[in-house]
């Protein structure tokens, strides 16, 4: 269903100027707004639903590429196909520019700033006398096309609705790669997306840049529609109009964008229309309507209309199988692995201070490649802190990490994940929407080299097909072929730590980070587990793990290293730790 959802929907729209009468002339208008519309919630899709990241301000960069365009061919009469290359030009550095600052705050802030330059933005273009002020800019030249004039709306219906199915296109194109893997992981945080290798901090300026570009792709066709701009449309209001109908439609998806645009659109001329009638008097009271249709949305249906639209529809239609199915392709190129027995891994007096606690304190170990090296002591002692001063997340205040003889503990956390090291996290951390395959797949994402402009333009199939075969591959080696195209987040705890595992595993590491991978696993599973881990060590890769069952520990591991209350208790094989004073009084309280 969902691979005939465009052609049918071009199909339709290709024939509705030819089935309206001359006389209805109305609805064509109708509809040359709603792609204008849609095309601005198309990017607040890719910004906002898929990369989490809220904008109120995409009204004025729909300004920029209107304003672009109206002042080059009044003012100097350029040809309006040559002025689209230079809005979109300047709308990309203005993006750049913006993003830069604002995408760098977190929380609240983000949403106010993009408030703060919206405002700004539009009062500058009411405050240029060359773009007319807040009278507005007329004479704007009709667009040409193979030698004709696009003058009326029904001659420029086709080419609004071409530019948003092509920005359709080249959106699921994007969401549908190793790039949009990573767009979507910025939803599940920092840590976890930098952790597999995401650049994350480029990746929101590629979606914030993007969508600007459709906005401002917008902003020139209702230019040359309206042959006429003036700020109004650009203003505050009309950024928070996009976002509403972004989110109505269905914020995380790509049709939703369409859907809500067409919603939102519809409603509001038909309560113009009515409400002055049932009221008896005029006003904006159409906005009241749409603050009560938003709340009953997000409180019946948060992720918008279109996926609760399409649950139905799917209903009654059969499955596509082949849409669960991986292709098989040639494996991905493997980093060469260090010899058995070689120290990979050196942590030399590793203090880490948050304030005034020190949660680690002069801490020194080492992990040799084909060992398991186990991380043990009681809740607080500070593993969970050594694992994130290792891999980058927090790096320590004092001492050294080398890995592979190279020192790493002032790189960041994707820059070590390149060299080779990857983890899991003691709060499981997967996108939960997203299929088991996909979450996996995010893993694999350096050995990728593809980028957003390959994936628009589905230029990045063969290398695709590579990275879901690579994850495949370790979701099987894991044990978890049956749920492979299961949303991750349906899977009980136990099974989501396994998915971790295939993660890391996806990265083609030597050295592997594993915190606490058998908690709220039953005994079979953790058998399993240790059989897997057995079976890495003898591959040559090193191992370290923090984990708190003691019977798993001294089954697998190696070498063992207590630890308590941030310092280094004890270390040795497992049978001088169960012996070990030290560590009696540190677990048990005694001998005795």
């Known amino acids: 269903m969902r691979r005939l959802t465009l052609p049918l929907f071009v199909a339709l729209l290709a024939l509705v100027p030819v089935v309206l009468p001359s006389s209805a002339e109305f609805y064509v208008t109708l509809l040359n707004y709603i792609g204008l519309y849609a095309l601005v919630a198309l990017g607040l899709v890719l910004l906002t639903g898929v990369g989490g990241l809220t904008s109120f301000g995409q009204a004025a960069f729909v300004g920029v590429g209107a304003y672009t365009t109206a002042w080059l061919t009044t003012a100097f009469g350029w040809n309006p196909w040559l002025t689209l290359v230079i809005a979109f030009a300047a709308t990309t550095l203005v993006a750049l520019a913006l993003g830069f600052i604002t995408l760098r705050m977190g929380g609240h802030y983000l949403p106010l700033g993009t408030i703060a330059w919206g405002i700004s933005l539009y009062f500058l273009f009411g405050n240029i006398e060359s773009f007319g002020g807040h009278t507005g800019l007329g004479g704007i030249p009709p667009v040409s096309l193979f030698g004709m004039e696009l003058k009326s709306g029904r001659e420029f219906y086709y080419l609004i609705w071409i530019a948003l199915m092509l920005g359709v296109v080249a959106t699921q194109n994007l969401l549908d790669s190793r790039d949009g893997r990573a767009i979507r992981a910025l939803k599940g945080g920092v840590v976890m997306a930098e952790a597999m290798g995401v650049n994350t901090a480029w990746y929101k300026i590629v979606i914030f840049t993007i969508a600007a570009q459709f906005a401002c792709v917008s902003g020139w066709l209702y ?70 249709v938003m709340i009953f949305v997000l409180h019946r249906a948060r992720d918008g209309l279109w996926p609760v639209i399409m649950q139905r529809i799917e209903r009654f239609l059969p499955s596509g199988g082949d849409s669960r199915q991986v292709e098989p392709a ?37 992990v040799r490649a084909g060992e398991v090296m186990a991380l043990i002591g009681p809740n607080g002692a500070g593993k969970s802190t050594m694992f994130n001063c290792i891999s980058g997340v927090n790096p320590p205040t004092e001492g050294e990490v080398r890995f592979l003889g190279q020192r790493v503990d002032r790189l960041l956390s994707r820059e070590i994940a390149r060299r080779g090291m990857s983890r899991t996290f003691q709060h499981v951390r997967l996108l939960p929407t997203m299929s088991v395959l996909d979450n996996v797949a995010i893993g694999a994402h350096l050995r990728g080299s593809r980028h957003f402009v390959h994936a628009s333009c589905r230029l990045d199939r063969d290398e695709e097909r590579r990275l879901r075969a690579e994850a495949a591959k370790q979701i099987e080696r894991v044990g978890l072929a049956e749920h492979m195209f299961d949303a991750a987040g349906s899977l009980p705890l136990g099974k989501q730590r396994i998915v971790e595992i295939a993660r890391a595993l996806a990265a083609d590491p030597c050295l592997l980070l594993l915190d606490e991978p058998a908690a709220g696993l039953r005994y079979l599973e953790k058998q399993s587990l ?21 019977d798993f520990v001294m089954g697998l591991a190696d070498r063992i290293v207590v630890m308590e209350f941030g310092e280094k208790l004890a270390e040795g094989l497992p049978k001088q730790i169960q012996e070990d004073p030290k560590v009696l009084q540190a677990y048990l309280g005694g001998v005795e």
Do not use: C
């Open 530 to 550: 240790a059989e897997l881990l057995r079976k890495l060590r003898s591959e040559g890769i090193g191992i370290l793990l923090v984990e708190h069952d003691m």
């Open 223 to 292: 230019a040359h529609l309206q042959r006429f701009v003036n700020p109004t449309p650009f203003s505050l209001t009309q950024g928070i109009e996009y976002l509403f109908m972004a989110v109505i439609g269905g914020v995380g998806h790509v049709w939703g964008a369409l859907l809500g645009a067409g919603l939102i659109t519809i409603l509001k001329q038909w309560l113009q229309d009515l409400l002055p009638k049932l009221l008896g008097q005029s006003g904006n009271f159409e906005v009241i309507v749409f603050g009560l």
């Open 330 to 366: 040639e494996a991905l190129p493997r980093r060469d692995r260090p010899v058995g027995g070689d120290t990979i891994l050196e942590v030399q007096q590793v203090t880490k201070r948050f304030g005034g606690l020190t949660a680690n304190n002069s801490v020194s170990f080492t």
